[in-house]
């Protein structure tokens, strides 16, 4: 690329997306975005010069890329888990799959290490790419595939918002009943949630760094408080299923809970990459499995062994689906320090609602070129007004829309898994048959693969989780021969599904297209 172009013809070329590394190099994200946004150019350009991210799903390339926040890999995924927003899921395992307290724990162990797995495995892409995951997700599915994942992760990411926010506003109400309109509590979480999310990548990774620790604490503490109003683990000894319905009782809670781990590996590898290429993937799995297993487990079993409290003061607070009110009237024991705790407990979920807010804002932008041209704080403010808006609409639904929509979510989240992993193991390495990444053709779907077979086998994955799927609206052939109201094998038969025909799919691809 010639270095005799000026400044305005070198930014042309460069949104045209005909650059090579070197000169990418030589024009500057923040200049692009003023230059292209004429009179708010200037406002862009002092919103970038105060601290704010101007990068979106541009790649990171490895002489801009920094070796710290590597523990971030453990420390910020404890921070996303270990809050408010975990507990429901556990709490899910007695309310509507009537499990005792043991054999919820299995479930959660189980479920959540395979969750976990698949999560940690995305994460690794991002150090060795340089990419956001979405665009990652573009060598095995093509441009059309990718854009298709984001529409999906779009989807999740809000969702996933949808009911940190309602969670969160529902506790902030239960401080004192009456005083706080469940509205406001929603609107108040939902900015918290934004501001670190609109300045970008590096405050996500302070706050996210240290969130942590208060939250751990308190879960601590209601564990104890717990304890002290008297766990009873046999209290729903008589309520539980028996023979296939039981099976179809754990199949279907281990759903929600491999959802609510695989949810995250979407947005992996959006959060590392901008560690060098040379760092341990093992280390960087390893540090990201715990961070997702151990607070989420931990938590989650927290949400399963309150609800075997049969006191009837903590039976009236829950009510229908009440966890915030549950959790409040744990820390009445405490009296005002209680009411205190619960503020900071409804709180924590900001942590847990940030990946969402910036990962969809970045989701937005991977949904092709035109979208990537705009900057990434205006989709990040989009999905804040998005999901403020649904959680003020679904805020009466809490319980239903959380069961619903983290098993439903398991579904697309394990074939995604799946392909990648497949695409990475099989054609990716290097003497596979691509022999690796090129990764400066992230953008360019004339060099990246068709997308064809990747696409196909996400639809047989779909295929798969339609047949096993047991949800209130629909139970597939396959999960209703387990019992009346169906066991969920949607997640399994959607991962097996895409496994066997994705291979043979994109051998056929490459041998066609020689990409």
Not at 356 to 361: L, V
Not at 367 to 392: D, E, N
Request: net charge neutral; with cysteine; hydrophobic share 50%.
């Amino acid at each position: 690329m010639s270095s005799s172009l000026n400044s305005d013809e070198k930014i042309a070329t460069l949104e045209d997306g005909k650059v090579d590394n070197a000169y990418r190099a030589e024009v500057s994200p923040d200049e692009v975005i003023v230059r292209r946004f004429g009179k708010f150019g200037g406002v862009l350009g002092k919103l970038f010069a105060s601290g704010v991210e101007a990068r979106g799903v541009e790649r990171v390339l490895e002489e801009d890329r920094e070796n710290k926040n590597v523990w971030n890999n453990l420390l910020m995924w404890f921070s996303v888990n270990a809050v408010l927003t975990t507990v429901p899921i556990g709490v899910l395992a007695q309310q509507f799959f009537t499990l005792t307290l043991p054999h919820a724990i299995a479930v959660i162990l189980c479920f959540g290490a395979l969750g976990a797995a698949g999560t940690a495995f995305i994460a690794t892409l991002g150090p060795q790419t340089g990419l956001r995951t979405m665009i990652i997700a573009r060598y095995s599915s093509g441009y059309v595939g990718g854009t298709i994942y984001s529409i999906l992760n779009i989807l999740t990411q809000l969702g996933f918002s949808t009911t940190c926010v309602i969670l969160g506003g529902q506790t902030l109400a239960s401080v004192n009943p009456g005083t706080l309109p469940l509205v406001v509590g929603i609107i108040i979480v939902a900015i918290c949630s934004l501001i670190p999310c609109f300045v970008g990548y590096n405050l996500v990774h302070v706050y996210e760094r240290y969130a942590w620790i208060v939250t751990f604490i308190i879960f601590i503490m209601l564990y104890a408080l717990g304890g002290k109003a008297g766990y009873d683990i046999s209290a729903q000894k008589p309520l539980e299923d028996t023979g296939k319905d039981y099976i179809a009782d754990v199949l279907s809670f281990g759903g929600i809970v491999f959802g609510s781990l695989t949810g995250w590996g979407p947005i992996a590898a959006d959060y590392n990459c901008k560690l060098p290429a040379t760092t341990s993937s093992v280390k960087v799995f390893t540090m990201t499995f715990l961070g997702l297993w151990i607070p989420v487990c931990f938590v989650e079993i927290l949400g399963a062994a309150l609800m075997t409290i049969t006191d009837p003061a903590y039976v009236a607070a829950f009510g229908d689906g009440n966890t915030g009110a549950l959790l409040a009237q744990t820390l009445t024991q405490w009296h005002g320090f209680g009411k205190f705790i619960l503020v900071l407990l409804a709180m924590s979920v900001i942590a847990n609602n940030i990946p969402n807010t910036y990962s969809a804002g970045l989701s937005m932008q991977a949904l092709g070129r035109p979208f990537a041209m705009v900057p990434r704080v205006f989709w990040t403010v989009l999905a804040f007004v998005i999901y403020t808006v649904a959680g003020v609409a679904g805020r009466e639904h809490f319980s239903t829309i959380l069961s619903n929509f983290l098993a439903v979510l398991s579904y697309w989240t394990a074939f995604f898994i799946v392909v990648t992993l497949e695409e990475h193991v099989l054609f990716r390495r290097k003497s596979g048959p691509l022999g690796g990444y090129n990764l400066d053709d992230y953008d360019t779907p004339s060099k990246l693969p068709l997308g064809v077979a990747g696409v196909l086998a996400g639809c047989i994955g779909a295929a798969g989780a339609v047949v096993g799927m047991a949800q209130t609206y629909y139970v597939g052939p396959i999960a209703a021969k387990l019992g009346p109201f169906g066991g969920d094998l949607g997640f399994e038969l959607a991962a097996a599904f895409t496994a066997v025909s994705f291979p043979p799919l994109r051998y056929l691809e490459i041998r066609l297209t020689g990409r």
